[in-house]
């Protein structure tokens, strides 16, 4: 029988605080149709329009009987100099009975949820003085159900911003199966931009973040947040990128922009709104600086040329972190946060890999000029240099299972006297559009060689973290969160890093390295409490007998608790099957220092157990 011998009283290593968090950027309909609360898409019309009707994505026409309505993305009247499209809407023969408007058909779906309260908002001007109300409505794709209503009178002149609230009733069925309508039983003429409907958010939020998804996200307990990117903070062009300063401030003034992964970002969830997603989930940011590597247009050479860029960062941490006396401090005040954030960690750019793309050039620019002025920043460098000494050194990882089960020992020779690692992107590459159980053996068996190095690795997260699971939606293979407009699930991968994170001590103790072929464990301790956790990952499809030995302590108590997710290799979670493999809980007794403990087949098993002394 294989034996793991355990010996507390020999600490490996200490854990790492940071060491499990969360790395985010706008992919698969992460933000826009996911975790920005929004759910009117194209809310500024900046999307171009689709030929041969050139209706903006997202609208149409809504007319009942002879009335009509005529539509069209419009510089007529310019809204502001960032959002300078409009919607101009001609209704033509509406009356009581026929009414003539536009309907939004949201990110594939407006979620329907009984007793909510829709808060809808618009800007809009009227040619003349229509005289009537617009009436909002949440409602079914034909028209034939009206969950929600609201009518709002029009005043004539220049552009005025409307708002109302829209509650359904209770008992309904809750249905993505809705579109978000605004409709007039008179003709006329108007425009509109930046229409807007949010549901209730995340701790009631303003201009926040969808309820369910932060509860996944909280259930995690990540200690980090790395943002904006990813391929989002380079983009394909200079003029793409992430470019912060554009986030900011009142909706009317962020344009939005071209992201890397074949759509646009509205930029509703900005700079600020990153670090609010920070104070909410008592995260530490990791602050991703555009670095001048984009993905398509090559890089800006270091020196003259970069310096802007530099710049641009500098003043990006000072908006960040400065008082309100600096110039971005009392940017960041006016914007509704007075009180500095806190911010430990930058890191300059995103897998500025290849030699001829002169990341050490570019890294040290950077480096000295945040370093000059914020000495105690910890700067991470996304590629190995030599032209200076990064704090921390970021590697990525994008494998299959049986890479990773063969790469588990990758950290524990690593020289401690270098660069602290941020494994800053790692995912086991099977299953879509999320991963499957054998995936999440694959991340499991990563995690134990990441959790026993985690005095090195300082802070490790999955990537990609949210997709939209609409076909059209989402960009990449294997994700951690999948959802549509209503629901959502974590994968099996999801459920096995919650179930890592939930139970893991300050510090690494002693244990046999290679128990058996096929069986991953990594062991940490409460100092405190005494608590042990032994994670025991079987790849292989039979159960393993292990003998477990522990030395190092007076004594093991009896009773413990195991968490285990097993299932079949190809098992996935999906919106119709959320819950397939979850993980269960067991009470243990008849513990000691020594025991015999059967591993299922395919399975991630955390043992807690109680030491004393
Ligand atoms: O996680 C998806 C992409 O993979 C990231 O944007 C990029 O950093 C990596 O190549």
Known sequence: MPVLHIDVGHITARVSPLHAGLMTEEINHAYDGGLYAELVANRAFLEQPVPPSQLPPHWSVVSTGAATAGLAVDLGYIFTPELL??????????????????????????????????????????????????????????????????DIMLRPGTWHRYEADLITAAGLKPT???RFVISTVKPGTFWFSLVSLFPPTWKDRANGNRPDLMQ???????????????????????????????????????????????????????LLEFFHWCEDLNMEPVLGVFAGLTLKSGYIKPGPDLQPYVQDALDEIEYVTGDVTTTWGARRARDGHPAPFRLTYVEIGNEDWKDGWEYDGRFAQFYDAIKARYPSLQLIATHPVTSRTPDVLDDHYYRHAAEFYADVHHY?????????????????????????????????????????????????AYAPLLV?????????????????????????????????????????????????PGLFTSVTRATRTGALYLKVVNSLGVPRTVRIEIAGTKSVASAGQQTVLTGQPSDVNSLPEPEKIIPTETNLTGLSQTFDHTFPAYSITVLQLQTQG
């Open 85 to 150: 499209m409009s919607l101009r809407l001609e209704t033509r023969d509406a009356t009581e009975s026929r009414r003539a408007g536009i309907a939004n058909d949201g990110f594939w779906g407006i979620p329907v949820r009984p007793a909510t309260t829709y808060h809808a908002s618009f800007f809009a001007r009227i040619s003349g003085d229509h005289g009537g109300p617009l009436t909002l409505s949440i409602e079914s794709p034909d028209g034939a159900t009206i969950y929600a209503l609201a």
């Open 176 to 178: 993505a199966q809705a």
């Open 216 to 270: 996944k996200l909280a259930d995690l307990h990540p200690a980090f947040l790395r943002f904006p990117g990813g391929n989002y903070l380079e983009g394909d062009s200079v003029s793409e990128r992430f470019d912060w300063k554009k986030t900011l401030g009142d909706l009317r003034t962020r344009p939005g922009h071209m992201g890397p992964w074949g759509y646009r970002s509205s930029d509703g969830l900005g």
């Open 412 to 460: 524990d020779r690593t020289d401690r006297k270098g660069p602290k690692i941020f494994v800053g992107e790692w995912a086991t590459m099977e299953g879509s559009p999320t991963p499957t159980l054998n995936a999440a053996l694959g991340d499991a068996a990563w995690m134990t060689a990441m959790e026993r190095n985690s005095d090195l690795i300082i802070m490790q």
């Open 468 to 516: 939209n699971v609409n076909p059209k939606a989402a960009q990449w293979p294997t994700n951690l969160i999948g959802y549509d407009a209503l629901t959502s699930y974590g994968s099996p991968s999801y459920h096995a890093q919650k179930v890592f994170n939930a139970h893991r001590g300050d510090v690494v103790v002693a244990a046999t390295p290679d128990v058996a």
